[in-house]
């Protein structure tokens, strides 16, 4: 191996790399990285870009990308910007209706908050009675 680093196989991929051994074998499956030769009787060794390609996918993945659309960044590689700024703006809208939806519910959930203070009978709690009403939230 170059620059005397001991060969990188799969257990020291993965603690390089910060994710699990299982992690690696589910990018292996999904394609999005490659699973090395296995010589007769040793052990795969991984090339050491493969740590880069791990810590893309879990960056990409805190940004909220699937597996399935990290495939498709990485399919397109650096040279189709165009195309990965319209993913991109794709993922930032989906994230924004999101967000949205949680305001809402923060709002519904400090509303129903605010009525139980105020409503301090002992035989029921205002939260419940209308969690239990028909047409709360549009269902």
């Known amino acids: 191996m170059s620059n005397n680093k001991p060969p990188l196989t ?3 991929l993965a603690k390089a790399a910060k994710v699990n051994i299982e992690t690696v074998r589910h ?8 699973e090395p ?3 007769d009787g040793g052990f795969r060794h991984y090339p050491f870009e493969t740590i880069d390609r791990i810590r893309f ?7 909220g990308f699937s597996l399935k659309e990290i495939e498709q960044l990485i399919s397109l590689g650096s040279q189709h910007c165009d195309d990965i700024q319209v993913l991109a703006k794709e993922k930032r809208d989906l994230i924004q209706k999101q967000i949205q939806g949680l305001l809402t519910i923060q709002s519904a959930l ?4 605010t009525s139980c203070k105020a409503d301090k009978k002992q035989d ?3 939260l419940i009675d209308t969690l239990s009403q028909k047409g709360f939230l549009d269902d």
């Not at 996918?57 to 940004?63: D, E, F, G, H, T």
């Not at 400090?110 to 908050?113: H, P, Q, S, T, V």
Request: one cysteine or more.
């Open 110 to 113: 400090d509303d129903l908050i």
């Open 37 to 39: 030769h296995k010589p």
């Open 10 to 12: 799969i257990g020291r």
């Open 124 to 126: 029921h709690c205002a």
């Open 57 to 63: 996918i879990k960056r990409a993945q805190r940004l």
């Open 27 to 34: 990018y292996q499956r999904q394609n999005l990285i490659k």
